[in-house]
Each structure stands twice: as structure tokens, then as C-alpha cells.
């Protein structure tokens, strides 16, 4: 993941280097800004696509476009190609690319033409026009706000991929009661709500855009909109329909320049991508699990049922077991978590992630499969 993050209007030029701090762990890979007339935007990258010609902020030939990307578009190779035989230059192999040329092909329409998981800024200098994009299930997350009464009495809009590096961008907020009531009762706070009054996250499938300070929001998307939605199939024709659509979304899924792995646990979701990772690829495949030590936390241990699937599969396996001690990691999951979440699978999750991250970059993950 990358981290993201810029201010548009009024705003203290030096509010862009704290955001930058706070996010520094999404992007440890490379650093980069643009400053310009009342536009400031960040990057924290961590390299996945075009490690090293990648670079963000990235903007077209003329400098008048300019971009910063958090997330993975699955079918820029096929778009890339399409605008290439439109006469559009690339300079590099990135997908953040393929954002900066599409803009200036469709407008704001050609979001609708992006597959993957991403949050993006765009800024459209002959537009004045800052665009915020979040994908269409709100994989990756983009929060904002605005105020009032910035230098010379003009408002500013800001916007990162973390809360507590959009709070230091902003004058002090009061904590959203009603927040605090969703959360108790939830478990979680949800969308567009946050902890803080006045600071919203933008709505899967939501694009936000300011022009000439003015702020409007629209749903480009809604799962409503799939076509084929209400399709009858039979169960041997719906059968073979998934299959299709989970061999398609699993290759998409692994198109990366930078080792890649799989969380694995025993049950239907990440058995189910390993099984299909296999069947697209002969390579290496590197898979992590993380059960319990403990003889009273064994019914919820599945470490067994992971590496027999490992071995079925022939994945290289990495096993991790949560131990007593694991609530030491608890300050660290909730730096990490960024806002309020009570589920304690982030507990797992983090540590397993952290033994993943010794020998892959990214990892495909079951999680949200039976949502």
C-alpha cells in the first residue's frame, strides 16, 4: 500500500510534511511532493508496479496534470495499450500513469473504466479542478474535510489516507458523539462518518470534486450498475460463471514487480485462491498462516487444515503461532488501525502480516470472500 495525502486552498505549507510523517509507514519505499500555487500534494509509495520508474506525483507531458496514487489498477496494461494507439506518450510501465492519460482522454468519466483497488488525487491545473476517487468496494480508504477562515480569511480543503495525518492538516476538532454511539454498538465506525466532526472519508464508488474552492461528491458507482445482475442461470451454468470469474480476478490479482505471497488459513476463501493460484501459474507461490499456541484457543487453530492445503498445492509455508504475549502488540495494532476497529482478528492479521513482510512486499487475502 502507499500512503497519500494534500492540501488544496489555504493551508500551512508545512502541513504537508507532518501528513507525509504520519503516513510514512504505507510507502517506506519513496518520498515525493508537488507545491504549487494553493496545491500541495504527497506521496508515501511503496513500490509494487514499476518499482523504478514509478515515481509520484506523476503528471503528463505538459505538467498541468498531476496525480498521486494509492492502490493497484488490474487492467492498466489493457488501457495503456488503448491510449497509446490514441496518440498518448507514456514515459514509464506504471498504472499511475494510466490514470494521468485517461483523464485527459474521458475527464472524470473514465473512473468508471478502472478495475482494481485504489484511492487517488488528480489536479487539473488549467482546470483548477482537484478530483478525489476512491474504488468501486472502498478497498483502499481516502478521508477529507474542509474549513474556513485559512489565510487571507479563504477556506481549504485536505484530504490523506489516514486520519490522524489528515488531523494535521487541520484547525482542532471535537470527537462526533453520534461516532462513538455507531461504535459501541457496531464494533466499528461506518462510512462517511468518522471519529471527528466535520472529517468525512469518501464513499466507495464516490468521487469528490473541487473546483474553485467549491466541493461536490457523486456515486459513479453502485453495485447495481453490474450488468447481468439479475441473470438467471442454471446451477451448473452459475458454477462454471464463478470459476471463470475467480480465475480472472486471482490473475489480475497477481500482475506485480515485487514478490508476492498469499494469507492462508484452513477454510473455503484463501483455500479457494491458492487452489486457483496454482492453476495460473507454475512459480513459486509463498503462503503464511498464524494460529495459536495455546491448548485452550486449539478450536480455533487452523494451521493443520492450512498446511495441508500448502502441501496439496506445493506452496513455500510460512507459519507463525500467537502467543500469551501478543497483547504487548496492542499499542502498535491500534497506531496501525488508524481509527477505532474492535475486531480483534486485526491482533492475527498484524502479526502474521509482519512475518509476511520478511520475504514478500504484497499479499493476496480471503478476507471479505464470504462478505
Known amino acids: 500500500m502507499c500512503g497519500i495525502c494534500g492540501i488544496v486552498g489555504a493551508g500551512d505549507d508545512a502541513a504537508l510534511d507532518r501528513m507525509m510523517h504520519r503516513i510514512v509507514h504505507r510507502g517506506p519505499d519513496e ?128 484530504f490523506a489516507s489516514e486520519l490522524p495525518a489528515l488531523l494535521e492538516a487541520l ?19 461506518p462510512g462517511p462518518d468518522t471519529l471527528f466532526e466535520g472529517v468525512r472519508q469518501l464513499r466507495p464508488g464516490e468521487l469528490l470534486k473541487v473546483v474553485n474552492g467549491k466541493a461536490e461528491t457523486k456515486q459513479y458507482f453502485h453495485p447495481t450498475d453490474l450488468p447481468g445482475l439479475r441473470t438467471r442461470l442454471s446451477p451448473a451454468d452459475a458454477e462454471d460463471r ?52 495455546a491448548e485452550a484457543d486449539r478450536s480455533y487453530n487452523e494451521l493443520d487444515a492450512a498446511r495441508l492445503l500448502a502441501d496439496h498445492f506445493g506452496a513455500d509455508h510460512t507459519e507463525e503461532r500467537l502467543r500469551p504475549d501478543a497483547a504487548t502488540l496492542l499499542p502498535r495494532v491500534v497506531a496501525a488501525m488508524g481509527e477505532p476497529f474492535a475486531d480483534s482478528s486485526a491482533i492475527p492479521t498484524y502479526l502474521v502480516s509482519e512475518v509476511a513482510r520478511r520475504s514478500v512486499t504484497v499479499a493476496l487475502s480471503g478476507i471479505g470472500g464470504d462478505e
Open 31 to 158: 518520498t515525493g511532493c508537488h507545491r504549487e500555487p494553493g496545491v500541495m500534494l504527497g506521496i508515501q509509495r511503496l513500490r509494487v508496479i514499476d518499482p523504478q520508474g514509478g515515481q509520484q506525483p506523476m503528471a503528463n507531458e505538459n505538467r498541468t496534470v498531476w496525480v498521486v496514487f494509492n492502490g493497484e489498477i488490474y487492467n492498466y496494461r489493457e488501457l495503456r495499450e488503448e491510449l497509446i494507439g490514441k496518440g498518448h506518450r507514456f514515459a514509464t510501465n506504471s498504472d499511475t500513469e494510466v490514470l494521468v492519460h485517461l483523464y485527459e482522454q474521458e475527464g472524470e468519466e473514465g473512473v468508471r473504466r478502472l478495475r482494481g483497488m485504489f484511492a487517488y488525487a488528480l489536479w487539473d491545473r488549467e482546470r483548477q479542478t482537484l478530483l478525489l476517487v476512491r474504488d468501486r468496494l472502498g478497498i483502499k480508504p481516502l478521508y477529507y474535510a474542509t474549513w474556513q477562515g485559512g489565510r487571507e480569511g479563504e477556506g481549504g480543503l485536505a
Open 171 to 189: 484547525p482542532p476538532r471535537s470527537v462526533d458523539q453520534r461516532a462513538i454511539a455507531q461504535y459501541l454498538t457496531l464494533l466499528y465506525i
Open 242 to 293: 464463478f470459476l471463470d470469474l475467480l480465475r480472472d480476478t486471482v490473475q489480475a490479482h497477481l500482475v506485480s514487480d515485487v514478490p508476492l505471497g498469499l494469507f492462508l488459513s484452513g477454510g473455503l476463501d484463501s483455500g479457494s485462491i491458492l487452489a486457483m493460484m496454482r492453476t495460473v501459474t507454475n512459480g513459486p507461490i509463498r503462503s503464511f498462516s498464524i494460529g495459536y499456541e
